[in-house]
T-cell receptor, first 112, second 117 residues
Framework: GNSVTQMEGPVTLSEEAFLTINCTYT??????LFWYVQYPGEGLQLLLK?????DKGSNKGFEATYRKETTSFHLEKGSVQVSDSAVYFC???????????FGIGTKLQVIP | DVKVTQSSRYLVKRTGEKVFLECVQD?????MFWYRQDPGLGLRLIYF???????EKGDIPEGYSVSREKKERFSLILESASTNQTSMYLC????????????????FGPGTRLTVL
């Protein structure tokens, strides 16, 4: 079956530090990959996505590249802010199905 | 502005009670989903619906049922609540992609934190 693996954290960084959150996946076929973000007290919202190999998704300074050879979709940001503190979920959608498989979520804490 | 609303942010119920969680979306989406979110387990799909009166089991349907009588509303029902159903429940909706297997973003509500005593 499909699965997504990411560390739970928390990841604690100082403001302006470089961020990497690793995500690897297992899926049949050629899945679409996503990062969702959940700010405190809110539901999840789509941060970025990539639908085929070597695609790079980007939004709000965050980037992730779809690497088929390593089955990975790592999230990066060059300089984090306190306002980036949230839980980040890696996810995939395989085939023509509407279902999305989520990772466990990684909590990011950015301190001033 | 697109919106998914859930009937309660916090709910406390007793073991054995029947519990209804309501979700409403105003985007005319065909698909609606119920997840539960638990520490260390992430989001797990309970049920989803791709049309009125249609439903499909997700990964953890045991102990739950759903109802979709209108396109905009999707209800999650706990027939007899138990303490292991204490969790955060998230509703989401998305457009149906039809025969083209491209992704349609899921829009989430703010969640209902249910405590079963």
């Amino acid at each position: 079956g499909n699965s997504v693996t990411q560390m739970e954290g928390p990841v604690t960084l100082s403001e302006e530090a470089f961020l990497t959150i690793n995500c690897t996946y297992t899926a049949t076929g050629y899945p679409s990959l996503f990062w969702y973000v959940q700010y405190p007290g809110e539901g999840l919202q789509l941060l970025l996505k990539a639908t085929k190999a070597d695609d790079k998704g980007s939004n709000k300074g965050f980037e992730a590249t779809y690497r088929k050879e390593t089955t990975s979709f790592h999230l990066e940001k060059g300089s984090v802010q306190v306002s980036d503190s949230a839980v980040y979920f890696c996810a995939l959608r395989a085939g023509g199905y509407q279902k999305v498989t989520f990772g466990i979520g990684t909590k990011l804490q950015v301190i001033p | 502005d697109v919106k998914v609303t859930q009937s309660s942010r916090y709910l406390v119920k007793r073991t054995g009670e029947k519990v209804f969680l309501e979700c409403v979306q105003d985007m005319d989406h065909e698909n609606m989903f119920w997840y539960r979110q638990d520490p260390g387990l992430g989001l797990r799909l309970i049920y989803f619906s791709y049309d009125v009166k249609m439903k499909e089991k997700g990964d953890i349907p045991e102990g739950y049922s759903v109802s979709r009588e209108k396109k905009e509303r999707f209800s999650l029902i706990l027939e007899s609540a138990s303490t292991n159903q204490t969790s955060m429940y998230l509703c989401a909706s998305s457009l149906h992609s039809g025969t083209v297997p491209h992704y349609n973003e899921q829009f989430f509500g703010p969640g209902t934190r249910l405590t079963v005593l």
